[in-house]
T-cell receptor, first 115, second 111 residues
Framework: AQKVTQAQTEISVVEKEDVTLDCVYETRDTTYYLFWYKQPPSGELVFLIRRNSFDEQNEISGRYSWNFQKSTSSFNFTITASQVVDSAVYFC????????????FGKGTSLLVTP | EPEVTQTPSHQVTQMGQEVILRCVPISNHLYFYWYRQILGQKVEFLVSFYNNEISEKSEIFDDQFSVERPDGSNFTLKIRSTKLEDSAMYFCALSPRDEAFFGQGTRLTVV
């Protein structure tokens, strides 16, 4: 069973639109971490955010914001006023104490921002 | 900035050959992880290495794989007899409890 589900395979938006990438996770651990990574066409994994299970405070970083809701096991990522440079594959990942904190990735959402 | 450097960035090898992928952390870390990403697919966990021992491994990490810390700093992933399906991007990563940075990856192509 998938521990991290990113239901949106591909999203296409026009520049300046807001876009939300969904992430739903499954865990029985009380201690865990959630991550978002950006993977541009060059292939590297760019760290965006880490959240621990005890901190449900939403976070904003520039045009990026994250909404962590334990009640729905979701950790959604919103890009405000999208730009062409935001085009990439975005991965959500879960890290659990009972698996040695190895990251379990979702399948990714490919975001295309067109001018 | 990534705290770990991977070499080589790209390696082409013939099927059946052994390859060694290297990971060099900038500072001292106890936890290391290796992940694999087949082209167009998700990133998959291979193995975690803590204090010079394997602590967790996935079903992908079979007998053809091994990890070592040969000189106390470099951290290597060895594939003994490569298969075509081993073609992928391989990422080294540090502990996600400290910083969740990945190396830039090694693209392995088996021909």
């Amino acid at each position: 069973a998938q521990k991290v589900t990113q239901a949106q395979t591909e999203i296409s938006v026009v520049e300046k639109e807001d876009v939300t990438l969904d992430c739903v996770y499954e865990t029985r651990d009380t201690t865990y971490y959630l991550f978002w990574y950006k993977q541009p066409p060059s292939g590297e994994l760019v760290f965006l955010i880490r959240r621990n299970s005890f901190d449900e405070q939403n976070e904003i970083s520039g045009r990026y914001s994250w909404n962590f809701q334990k009640s729905t096991s979701s950790f959604n990522f919103t890009i405000t006023a999208s730009q062409v440079v935001d085009s990439a594959v975005y991965f959500c990942a879960l890290s659990e104490a009972n698996s040695g904190y190895a990251l379990n990735f979702g399948k990714g959402t490919s975001l295309l921002v067109t001018p | 900035e990534p705290e770990v450097t991977q070499t080589p960035s790209h390696q082409v090898t013939q099927m059946g050959q052994e390859v060694i992928l290297r990971c060099v952390p900038i500072s001292n870390h106890l936890y290391f992880y290796w992940y694999r990403q087949i082209l167009g697919q998700k990133v998959e966990f291979l193995v975690s290495f803590y204090n010079n021992e394997i602590s967790e491994k996935s079903e992908i990490f079979d007998d053809q794989f091994s990890v070592e810390r040969p000189d106390g700093s470099n951290f290597t992933l060895k594939i003994r007899s490569t298969k075509l399906e081993d073609s992928a991007m391989y990422f080294c990563a540090l502990s996600p409890r400290d910083e969740a940075f990945f190396g830039q990856g090694t693209r392995l192509t088996v021909v």
